[in-house]
């Protein structure tokens, strides 16, 4: 099974640029939006509007709550996304192609600012 999410949920994913060593992706959503499950590789996640979600991991769940221009390290992870907010999300992630030193399994939503 793909789960890249361009593929997964195509109407919500769209590959803005992308080259041997990363690839950028736009994402969209509105209020009440669900996204199928889809895997992201160790990823910058860059917030262009406010919004608040649950992501879904198995039986984990973590509610997330971003405001505009903020920029995020995402561990590479397999989620599904609900859009829990009263507003539109609004998303660039930077896709890193190069393998990854370890990682962490249970990672689920953005790291928390440093």
């Keep these: 099974m793909n789960n890249d999410p361009v593929t997964t949920n195509p109407d919500l994913y769209q590959v ?3 080259n041997d060593r990363v690839r950028v992706l736009e994402y969209r959503d509105e209020p009440g939006t669900q996204s199928v ?3 992201h590789p ?3 996640m860059i ?3 406010n919004f608040r979600r649950r992501l879904t991991a ?3 769940q973590a509610d997330v709550e971003l405001q505009a221009g903020q920029a995020r390290w995402l561990e590479a992870q397999t989620h599904s996304g609900h ?3 009263a507003t539109d999300t609004h998303v660039i992630f930077v896709e890193l192609k190069e393998p990854a030193p370890g ?3 249970a990672a689920l939503g ?3 600012t440093p």
Excluded: I, Y
């Design 58 to 60: 198995g039986d984990r």
């Design 47 to 49: 917030t262009l509007s």
């Design 83 to 85: 859009n829990t907010g």
């Design 16 to 18: 803005l640029f992308e």
């Design 103 to 105: 990682g962490d399994p």
């Design 110 to 112: 953005p790291a928390a």
């Design 42 to 44: 160790d990823s910058v």
């Design 37 to 39: 499950p889809h895997a």
